[in-house]
């Protein structure tokens, strides 16, 4: 609660639109011609030099991607995009440098005050960079008690991480580096033709993050903090591989709570996790893309694939997912329960508001004996914002005991904005207990008013219930997040009542 | 000059018309009492004074220490001493009382002009009074009012008024659902927030309540319009011969 103050404080600070300083890109590209084709997928592995089996698995989803159209069953609405009229390769130039906080505008580090986000963490994020023989930049704004310079600091994970044998790098690196790995789990949960922008996505991905954590190593910290400072040029189609070998544990922590703007309005990335025997995977998402404007022009269309294989016995697999941004957000993270005995969670805040369409959802796909999984999800409308859940819960034949837990809750802000539910259920064997709640709720004038009568303003009010509304799921986010996290659900609502 | 004065406040609800010409004064350091029979209209004054949306003023005005409350927004006449302790409580799950006391308490602090409570500060505070009123720990870790008994939800309101420390507080049927011993600790709360500069409107429909505390005056309440106001002995009188005798009055 305490959080959700401070926040509606700073943003009562803050009258200008919050995403008009967004990050508007620094990044001096280096871009490939408009239009996809052949050729401009050679350039892309080429730019990257990428050895020829991976030219081979993009092309091949290529000419797969061709045969393909686009799904249109989920409850979204655009215009059609021209896959023609954009571009598909944009080299990551290092930012221009600023030698200064007081160089970036003020705007800016509003926004991230807002937010919460460190100084010196914004520093980087802004590339900041001292002039030769100056101090931290940084700290010429603000006390800081400890010293904090990038260098050192992704150096000392990477020491970490090297010491526990974890492998942590750009998948581009990895597909150079480590060739076995990637070839062997590489579209071994997301098959190349899984669906139109996976395939897509295979065509043309541009960078991501590839995690490998060997046998009974329990990886030393939240692959989190790092990623941040260094992993935020992967553009426009992410990939992300993380393999948790026999016995291992991993957490990792995808996007930002900052605002972020993107010259290519369309996003397609493709997530994929494998966990071994006894292994556990954590997958934590904060997703804040630019939403549209006020009349919902522009905002970032987000098409994404992201699964899960418990592929070994007793594995865990748990996403947990806070989306607040892009125009439109197509994402059904999944888990298939492949080996036995191992489970599968979704723990999810989706909120709209203005006119931004979440689809959203999940997939538990139970092929193992006695596995188990488990869906919470919270979605919140407010404005002209259409919010729905799909879920899929199946159990095949074999997956004897299979269990499942599913609890979707809805809350309406205003009443120009809808809610749905799409639960899809199949039992194909009789030992399987499947639970489903579903409720749908307005946010209440009496609870508005009981706290407004009580010294809350009405920003204050409706942060304050939606925080309790979704505190189940905030609480599954590492720490540090959930409070960035509970901060931004604040912001993404303001101005949505009254 | 009285520290809330209404006059001829005429309200509808949904194209009906509830207070019809209200007039009443409340002195800093008085007590007063009404009294009323269902569908009176005491919950619609609560609710016209505290602000909250739905009813159509059409005619009068109230003043709080002569300023125009109708004018302010809810929070604004919180922070300005206004407290209603509801009838009916509601729950907002999934933020703890705690929470939700320090959100209330520092935001009227800080409409103020006030410092927020430093958290040992705060936590000493709420322990002592949450002790007097026998809340137990527990009960603050709880979503607001989820699963409270009418009791502890009553107790809470008391609480929260305590914390606040407001000049003008309404209670709307505080005694409701209370049992013997309940009654008598949250009257003791009430009563040791009796002080010179603060006003109170205790709405009830029970003697027993103004046993405890003693109002200075009695108010009776009919059809949208305070009918008779006496002293404390009016309770007695109404509760020999009912509210017959002042449907017709005036
Ligand atoms: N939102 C509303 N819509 C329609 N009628 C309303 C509304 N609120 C109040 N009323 C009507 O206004 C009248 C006064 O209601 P109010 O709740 O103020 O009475 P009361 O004196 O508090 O009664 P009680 O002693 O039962 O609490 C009632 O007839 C009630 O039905
Ligand atoms: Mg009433």
Known sequence: ?498 | MALLEIRHLHVGVEDREVLRGLDLNVNAGEVHAIMGPNGSGKSTLSHVIAGKPGYEITRGQILFRGENLLRMEPNERAAKGVFLAFQYPVEIPGVTTMNFLRAALNAQRKARGQQEFSTPEFLKRVRQVAGSLNIPQDMLKRGVNVGFSGGEKKRNEILQMALVEPSLCILDEIDSGLDIDALRIVASGINALRAPERAMIIITHYRRLLDHIVPDVVHVMSKGRIMKSGGKELALELEASGYAQFEHAA
């Open chain 1, 1 to 498: 609660m305490v959080a959700v103050q401070e926040t509606v404080e700073r943003v009562k600070r803050i009258d200008v639109d919050q995403y008009r300083y967004g990050f508007e890109t620094l990044i001096d590209s280096e871009k490939a011609p408009k239009g996809l084709s052949e050729e401009i997928v050679k350039f892309i592995s080429q730019k990257k030099n990428e050895p020829a089996w991976m030219l081979q698995w993009r092309l091949e989803a290529y000419r797969r991607w061709l045969t393909m159209t686009e799904p249109t069953w989920a409850r979204v609405d655009y215009p059609k995009i021209d896959f023609q009229d954009l571009y598909y390769y944009a080299a990551p130039k290092p930012k221009k440098t600023v030698t200064s906080l007081d160089e970036i505008n003020p705007e800016i580090l509003k926004t991230y005050e807002k937010l919460g986000i460190p100084l010196r963490e914004v520093a980087m994020l802004e590339g900041v960079e001292p002039k030769p023989g100056e101090e931290d930049p940084a700290r010429r704004k603000i006390a800081v008690d400890a010293v904090f310079d990038s260098v050192s600091v992704a150096t000392t994970f990477k020491a970490e991480l090297k010491k526990a044998g974890v492998i942590f790098m750009p998948i581009s690196e990895a597909i150079r580096e480590h060739p076995e790995l990637v070839q062997k789990y590489l579209g071994s949960v997301v098959p190349t033709s899984d669906n139109f922008y996976a395939t897509l996505n295979s065509a043309v991905f541009s960078d991501g993050s590839f995690v490998y954590v060997p046998p009974g190593v329990r990886c030393p910290m939240e692959l989190s903090t790092y990623f941040r400072i260094n992993e935020r040029n992967t553009g426009q189609f992410e990939r992300t591989l993380i393999i948790a070998d026999k016995g291992s544990y991993v957490s990792y922590l995808e996007g930002c709570t900052a605002p972020q703007r993107d010259e290519n309005q369309l996003h397609a990335a493709v997530v994929e996790l494998v966990a071994h025997d006894d292994a556990e995977i954590k997958y934590s998402t904060v997703q804040n893309w630019y939403p549209g404007n006020s009349e919902g022009k522009g905002g970032i269309y987000n098409f994404v694939t992201k699964r899960g294989d418990c592929r070994g016995n007793r594995s865990k697999i748990s996403w947990t997912q806070v989306e607040t941004g892009s125009a439109i957000t197509w994402k059904y993270p999944s888990c298939i329960l492949r080996g036995d005995n191992s489970s599968g969670e979704f723990y999810s805040i989706a909120i709209s508001n203005g006119f931004q369409q979440v689809d959203s959802g999940t997939k538990m796909i139970h092929l193992g004996k006695n596995t188990s999984s488990r869906i919470i999800s919270k979605g919140i409308a407010a404005g002209k914002s259409q919010n729905t859940y799909r879920g899929l819960v199946t159990a095949h034949r074999k997956a004897t005991g299979a269990r499942n837990f599913t609890a979707c809750d809805s809350l309406l802000i205003g009443d120009k904005c809808g809610a749905h539910t799409v639960p899809y259920i199949e039992a194909k064997n009789s030992s399987a207990t499947f639970e489903h709640e579903a409720t749908t709720s307005k946010i209440s004038e009496d609870v508005l008013f009981y706290c407004i009568q009580r010294g809350l303003s009405q920003e204050e009010a409706v942060g304050l219930v939606v925080n309790g509304f979704v505190k189940q799921v905030l609480q599954k986010l590492p720490m540090e997040f959930a409070v960035e996290a509970q901060k931004l659900i604040s912001i993404s609502l303001d101005g949505s009542v009254g």
